[in-house]
Antibody, heavy 124, light 108 residues
Framework: QVQLQESGPGLVKPSQTLSLTCTVS??????????WSWIRQHPGKGLEWIGY???????YYNQSLKSRVTISVDTSKNQFSLKLSSVTAADTAVYYC????????????????WGQGSLVIVSS | EIVMTQSPATLSVSPGEGATLSCWAG??????LAWYQQKPGQAPRLLIY???TRATGIPARFSGSGSGTEFTLTITSLQSEDFAIYFC??????????FGQGTKVEIK
């Protein structure tokens, strides 16, 4: 059974870069067939998709965050990472990594596995 | 971006009763709709995908229906572990999947 685990600083200063890593166990990112995703949830709010990466390096970002987001993958470590630059208090959220099966045709698939989440607070 | 709207925001239900949650899409998402359950301090858990297919291990008291723009999650005979927040998500407009704001099912 696949497991995902986020790691990274829980406190980031305004204007700095938020960095998180998701370590995958029980599945190989290199196997293909899945997109590896970042999703965030503001306190007491709904969920916001941030972006996906495929093992080959294909990347898709949420247009609203695209100018500040970088997602990368390290298949040798079975990890993928998120960087969000120029953070403000509005970026305070729980950040989840998740897995989505490559969908048929032009549609996607649901997120079938999630990490526990990592709370990141942006504050000086 | 497809806006997903859920109703009601909060639903108060007594244990053993049923609950019906609604989700509307701003435009047709076909049957590319999922439901998730989230308990405090936990990640969302996939309940339903394809609008009506239960995910692995999900009890039969959870059922989904709908297509196009209107969807429903029905929970029959609520158990104590079912009190949680439920989110719908469309994945038709890939890769820009979007979530509803959630419905909290609380104990009456």
């Amino acid at each position: 059974q696949v497991q995902l685990q986020e790691s990274g600083p829980g406190l980031v200063k305004p204007s700095q870069t938020l960095s998180l890593t998701c370590t995958v166990s029980g599945d190989s990112i290199r196997r293909g067939g899945y997109y590896w995703s970042w999703i965030r949830q503001h306190p007491g709010k709904g969920l916001e998709w941030i972006g996906y990466i495929y093992y080959s390096g294909d990347i898709y970002y949420n247009q609203s965050l695209k100018s500040r987001v970088t997602i990368s993958v390290d298949t040798s470590k079975n990890q993928f990472s998120l960087k969000l630059s120029s953070v403000t208090a509005a970026d305070t959220a729980v950040y989840y990594c998740a897995r989505e099966k490559v969908g048929p045709g032009s549609s996607g698939s649901p997120f079938d596995s999630w990490g526990q989440g990592s709370l990141v607070i942006v504050s000086s | 971006e497809i806006v997903m709207t859920q109703s009601p925001a909060t639903l108060s239900v007594s244990p053993g009763e049923g609950a019906t949650l609604s989700c509307w899409a701003g435009q047709s998402v076909s049957s590319n709709l999922a439901w998730y359950q989230q308990k405090p301090g936990q990640a969302p858990r996939l309940l339903i995908y394809g609008a009506s297919t239960r995910a692995t291990g999900i009890p039969a008291r959870f059922s989904g229906s709908g297509s196009g723009t209107e969807f429903t999650l029905t929970i029959t005979s609520l158990q104590s572990e079912d009190f949680a927040i439920y989110f719908c998500q469309q994945y038709n407009n890939w890769p820009q999947g979007t979530f509803g704001q959630g419905t909290k099912v609380e104990i009456k």
